[in-house]
């Protein structure tokens, strides 16, 4: 496991565990309060994601 977001987000920048590799030009993180009680966790990020670097974009 991980300590912080920080080493979470560190270790999936290279990742090719999937397909979504295959065709993508950013990692999609997310945003927002790290420390909130409530996390909202969508399906894997499309186009638009990619390409604003952001969840649930629009």
């Known amino acids: 496991?991980?300590?912080?977001w920080e080493?979470?987000?560190e270790s999936i920048k290279g990742c090719n565990k999937c397909k979504l590799c295959n065709?993508?030009?950013n990692i999609v993180f997310g945003t927002g309060n790290k420390n909130a009680r409530l996390m909202?966790?969508?399906e894997g990020p499309g186009?638009?994601?990619d390409r604003l670097?952001?969840?649930f974009c629009r």
């Not at 496991?1 to 912080?4: T, V």
């Open 7 to 9: 080493e979470l987000e």
């Open 40 to 42: 909202f966790i969508g």
């Open 23 to 25: 065709g993508r030009t």
């Open 53 to 55: 670097r952001g969840a």
């Open 47 to 49: 186009a638009d994601e």
């Open 1 to 4: 496991m991980y300590d912080n």
